[in-house]
């Protein structure tokens, strides 16, 4: 068995935000710096400047904190007992009455460089959209144009492409566009023919 076989064949464990998960959150946060340099095309937006600790470990505090209290929806996938994924969907909160647009979730999704390809993402966002049932009734995303494997497995996943962002993020003198994706949560069901490999631990 080649070593991209094993590492296909793993179980992932699904799970909630822990405390203890706040270094290896980092370091994965900041990797992607490196990761962008070497490719501009990677779909992830970052801060101009690599955050200092003090600024991760409040963003941690912050993601931990609405883990706890809700409306949140934050899954961690795991490997080997490491943190390798994660998903979050939360409340748009946008303009001067967030309570309006209360019922739209906004999905994020990270996975560690050497996890990708592997059906963690896939495993992650079917189980953060099944939580997401009741809490939201419809769950937005933006994907770079250029990232075509993404837009499949979300359109696999049930959304659609409902806007196009030209020219939304810039990055090293280049323009890169994004399209706006959605999910009618009120009427989702999970595709049959999605593979799921993780376990559902908790």
């Known amino acids: 068995m080649s070593v991209s076989d094993a590492a296909a064949s793993r179980r992932f464990v699904l799970r909630g935000l822990r405390w203890e998960d706040a270094p290896a959150w980092r370091q994965v946060y900041l990797d992607l710096y490196d990761e962008v340099k070497e490719?501009?095309?990677?779909g992830l937006t970052l801060q101009e400047r690599r955050p200092t600790e003090a600024e991760e470990v409040a963003w941690f505090s912050d993601?931990?904190?609405?883990?706890?209290?809700?409306?949140?929806?934050?899954?961690?996938?795991?490997?080997?007992?490491?943190p390798a994924g994660l998903v979050t969907i939360a409340p748009a909160r946008r303009g001067a009455s967030p309570w309006e647009n209360s019922h739209v979730g906004i999905l994020g999704i990270l996975v560690a460089r050497r996890h990708r390809g592997h059906g963690l993402?896939?495993?992650?966002?079917?189980?953060?959209?099944?939580?997401?049932?009741?809490?939201f009734e419809w769950v937005r995303l933006t994907v770079f144009s250029v990232n075509s494997g993404a837009r499949r497995l979300?359109?696999?996943?049930g959304f659609r492409t409902?806007?196009?962002l030209e020219a939304e993020v810039k990055r090293n003198g280049r323009y890169l566009d994004e399209e706006l994706m959605s999910?009618?949560?009120?009427?989702?069901?999970?595709?049959a023919d999605v593979?799921?490999?993780a376990t559902g631990a908790r």
Do not use: F, Q, T
């Open 39 to 42: 490719n501009p095309e990677l």
């Open 63 to 82: 993601l931990y904190g609405r883990s706890l209290k809700g409306p949140d929806v934050i899954v961690v996938g795991e490997v080997d007992g490491h």
């Open 121 to 135: 993402g896939e495993a992650l966002m079917l189980r953060a959209l099944e939580e997401a049932r009741g809490r």
């Open 154 to 157: 979300y359109e696999r996943l």
């Open 162 to 164: 409902v806007g196009h």
């Open 183 to 191: 999910l009618d949560l009120r009427s989702w069901k999970a595709p």
């Open 195 to 197: 593979g799921r490999r």
